[in-house]
Structures are given as C-alpha cells and as structure tokens.
C-alpha cells in the first residue's frame, strides 16, 4: 500500500509560478513511477509529467518547457515535485499526483491550481 499526500495548489496569476509536492509513503520500494495528472471542467484526466524509478521524463506538449518535475528519495518516502513556472489561465485545473507499481497504481486526493487575473 502506498500513502500520497500533495501540497503546494493555490490561486496565481498568469505568468506566475507554483510548486507541487507529493510525498508518498508505505510501500515506495514497489513504485516504477510517479507523476502528475490534471482536470479540468469538463474535461478528462490528463497525464502532466511522470518521472520513472530510472529519472526518465515525460511531459504533455502543452507544458514542455514550462514545467518540471523532479523527484527526491530518502529511507522512509519518496516526494515528487512539479515546478510550474509561466503559468497560463489553460493551465487551472484539479492537480493529482499519481504513483505507479505496475500492479496497480495510487492516486492523491487532488490539490486545486487556479490561474487568474
């Protein structure tokens, strides 16, 4: 079993920057992946960026050198962060961050990104 508990939403302006943080615990040895999906109204859950076990990327277009993630490994958790900068009002959305162990995966309870003037 793996615990997820994210940080760091909030309301920013366009242009602004915001950072993500989730911190997993439990059984992190397990974990392939980890990452961060978002939705928006309306719309369906997308993959933002995932970074493997090995530390290999992978972005959605839409936020290609704009965003970056980056994971940090102790003993006891794993925590992946997801540094937004250059923020776009296209970009609010409900922020997941999402473990993967092959077998099955964890999801995080969400944290609310909003970009507005």
């Known amino acids: 079993q793996v615990q997820l508990v994210e940080s760091g939403g909030g309301l920013v302006q366009p242009g602004g920057s915001l950072r993500l943080s989730c911190a997993a615990s439990g059984s992190i040895f397990s974990l392939f992946s980890m990452g961060w999906y978002r939705q928006a109204p309306g719309k369906q859950r997308e993959l933002v960026a995932a970074?493997?076990?090995?530390?290999?990327?992978?972005?959605a277009d839409s936020v290609k050198g704009r965003f970056t993630i980056s994971i940090s490994r102790d003993v006891t958790k794993n925590t992946v962060y997801l540094q937004m900068n250059s923020l776009k009002p296209e970009d609010t959305a409900l922020y997941y961050c999402?473990?993967?162990?092959?077998?099955?995966?964890?999801w995080g309870q969400g944290t609310q990104v909003t970009v507005s003037s």
């Open positions: 970074i493997t076990s090995s530390g290999t990327t992978n972005y």
């Open positions: 999402h473990a993967d162990a092959g077998y099955r995966y964890w």
